[in-house]
């Protein structure tokens, strides 16, 4: 009915699963004791700071109209590296140098083959992924678990610091959303990823430098995944290089969806990442203090998502004039 | 008379000389040992599907087990599924049907029921089965490993050894997954341990999933709500990383008491050093590989068929705090790694 229609038109997916985690976060508020005590607030938003790190990512290359499989891959190929690294001897800054160099090149790559050698983002990186690690998980590492050496003090260091009394992976994931809202939102190249991600060939048209733009987003993706894997590491004071087989990257993609950053491109922002990010990370807890088993917690995931996402197609149905061949 | 008592005296001694030289001969050829051991276990294939190499305890029976069979005179090879059940499942298939036929299959199976059917194929098709570490359903020719529900007791006990009965007898559990028998079982020797101890409860428990950034959130949430547990399980030394970091960030280190197992690498005594442990149960895994090679062996030779006999070999196991440990408490990756590069 167009008469209702702009109320119902506040009803984005953004909105709905942040009703969905207000809701849940009141429910979890009164049902258990200790849940809105500071520290577990902070448990909240710390359990999924690696996750929503690695979702900004996501969401820059998704807003183009790409997506980067390769993330979680890159992150633990990048860190065990690292680690390898430190653990040979090497300074703590000349590791760090060429792992960013190795980093910058995996993004050079994958944004190469999308922007220049036209492959589908999805394939592109679904192959470098599996290649980046196969290879160096058969040729360089030894140990599917990577430690950090004593020798990298400053490192062990950075796992035990706090700034406000905020651990260092909420403190990146923050400066990361923060950084990225003002870029995709206030600078040049980050309004022309919108436009290219919302119709690809008005803005080559337009003159936008879409394939440089591309290659650009891929490195953004590769670099926050291994600020991602460093914030991961030095809690953890290892990598474990298995997360590549766990369910991480859907974990990924599902912010990115759930939040609001439409897969067609051109749509959300950092916003959608948070309140996407919040959604899981109350979840999770809420469903920890109740001691649920993971498989239980794993469904009860599933459903409240595909809850989100079927009344988000109920109040925001696709529309047939707008809606491009090859959306997911 | 005297020519006769010589010549008496010659037959005698000669008889002697001929009977130390007959029983010399007899002791030779009448030690079968040594014949029968070689000629029953030179060329036999010996093959291990663990559920990765990529990890410390595959890379420690590598070198232990592996070590042994090239000794005497077998031939040693593993597959590497990477993880992943169905590549070990075809692994398994492509042995049971492969022309060079593996004589023993060393398998780590990853959950209770997935690899049942392929064990039994592998016995009809003349295969010793020697299941290593995680128990399936399925009862093959040999289990080594630990009994894991006695490792949770273990566990747990030192938990309450440590804490006492002045503490508030609570303990928090990080469980690995609801599928995994090594999990399952942990889980039954806690609560065994917890029924002996009236008085103690579980106030709160988690799946890791067997990842460390999950046993680090949900530790974490669980000492938020119950910042007075004494002691945490950790059914395993990866996880129990990320558990302790929780412990860590919480700010009680020296209030929580962390017991975990593992493989006993050198890094699981360098994390009892340290105090991130405070006990670990670890497998054992150079006498639990030479459980597996005194089977291999006796197998080989025993002239059963696969199937006809159902073994259980448990390693003994003890829960080691920091004052138990000796230089040769754990091995060492990097050294097996270095004599495999001689």
Redesign the interface.
């Known amino acids: 009915m167009p008469s209702n229609r702009p109320l119902l038109r506040i009803f984005t997916q953004e909105t709905i699963v942040l009703l969905m985690a207000v809701v849940l976060f009141a429910g979890f508020a009164v049902a258990l004791d200790g849940f809105t005590a500071p520290a577990n607030l902070l448990n909240i938003v710390r359990s999924v700071s690696v996750l929503g790190i690695l979702a900004a990512g996501m969401g820059i290359v998704v807003i183009g109209r790409g997506i980067d499989l390769s993330m979680v891959s890159i992150m633990v190929v990048t860190v065990a590296i690292q680690l390898q690294l430190l653990q040979a001897g090497w300074s703590l800054w000349s590791a760090t140098a060429i792992v960013a160099v190795i980093t910058v090149g995996l993004g050079l790559m994958n944004g190469f083959m999308v922007a220049y050698a036209g492959v589908s983002a999805l394939f592109a990186t679904l192959a470098s992924s599996a290649f980046v690690f196969g290879f160096v998980r058969s040729q360089i590492l030894t140990q599917d678990v990577i430690y950090i050496p004593e020798t990298a003090g400053s490192l062990l260091w950075l796992g035990k610091a706090r700034l406000f009394d905020l651990p260092l992976d909420v403190i990146v994931f923050l400066a990361v959303v923060l950084i990225a809202l003002v870029l995709l939102r206030w600078s040049r190249p980050g309004r022309f990823l919108y436009l290219m991600g919302d119709n690809f060939q008005a803005a080559r048209t337009m003159g936008i430098p879409v394939r440089p733009l591309i290659v650009a987003s891929f490195v953004a993706s590769a670099v926050l995944a291994w600020l991602a894997g460093i914030a991961s590491a030095v809690s953890l004071q290892s990598m474990n290089t298995r997360l590549v087989n766990s369910a991480l990257l859907y974990d990924v993609v599902l912010v990115v969806v759930i939040g609001g950053i439409g897969l067609s491109g051109g749509k959300g922002g950092m916003r959608n990442v948070v309140v996407g990010a919040l959604l899981i990370g109350i979840l999770l807890n809420g469903m920890t203090i109740l001691n649920l088993p993971n498989i239980h917690q794993n469904l009860i995931k599933a459903l409240i998502l595909l809850g989100a996402i079927i009344l988000d197609g109920q109040l925001n149905p696709r529309d047939e004039q707008t809606s491009q061949q090859g959306d997911i | 008379m005297s020519s006769l008592k010589k010549t008496f005296r010659d037959i005698v001694l000669a008889g002697a000389c001929l009977a130390g030289a007959v029983s010399g001969a007899y002791a030779q050829e009448t030690n079968p040992g040594p014949e029968a051991y070689r000629s029953a276990l030179e060329g036999k294939r010996v093959v291990m599907v663990p559920m990765?190499m990529?990890?410390?305890l595959a890379?420690g029976w590598n070198h232990f087990i592996g070590e042994e069979v090239k000794q005497f005179g077998g031939i040693w090879e593993t597959r590497d599924p990477?993880?992943?059940v169905d590549a070990g499942a075809q692994a398994i298939t492509d042995l049971i049907s492969s022309a060079e036929k593996p004589d023993v299959l060393i398998v780590q199976t990853p959950d209770l029921n997935s690899y049942s059917r392929l064990f039994k194929r592998a016995q009809e098709a003349g295969i010793f089965v020697v299941q290593v570490d995680n128990p399936s359903n399925y009862a093959s020719d040999v289990f080594a490993g630990s009994d894991w529900k006695r490792l949770g007791e273990l566990e747990t006990q030192a938990v309450i050894d440590h804490c006492g009965e002045n503490s508030s007898k609570k303990i928090a559990v990080i469980?690995g997954?609801?599928?995994n028998a090594s999990s399952l079982d942990q889980w039954a020797g806690v609560q065994a341990v917890l029924e002996r101890n009236p008085g103690w409860t579980v106030a709160?428990?988690?799946?890791s999933?067997?990842?460390?950034?999950t046993a680090?959130?949900?530790a974490?949430?669980?000492l938020?709500?119950h910042p007075d547990v004494c002691g945490i399980v950790d059914f395993w030394d990866?996880t129990a990383?990320?558990t302790a970091?929780a412990i860590?960030?919480?700010g009680l280190k020296d209030k929580i008491f962390l017991a975990t197992t593992g493989s006993g690498e050198a890094?699981d005594c360098k994390l009892l050093e340290d105090g991130t442990f405070g006990a670990i149960v670890t497998s054992e895994l150079p006498r639990q590989s030479q459980d597996v090679v005194a089977a291999i062996k006796i197998l080989l030779q025993s002239g059963i068929k696969p199937g006809a006999s159902k073994n259980y070999l448990y390693t003994h196991e003890v829960a080691r705090t920091k004052k138990d440990l000796t230089p040769n408490t754990c091995w060492s990756?990097a050294a097996i790694?270095a004599a495999a590069k001689k």
Do not use: L, P
């Not at chain 2, 709160?204 to 799946?207: F, H, L, N, Q």
């Not at chain 2, 999933?209 to 950034?213: G, K, M, P, Y």
């Open positions: 990765t990529g990890f410390d890379q990477n993880w992943s469980q997954d609801q599928v709160g428990t988690a799946d999933n067997w990842d460390a950034t680090r959130n949900a974490a949430t669980v938020q709500q990866a990383q990320g970091s860590r960030d919480a890094i990756q790694e």
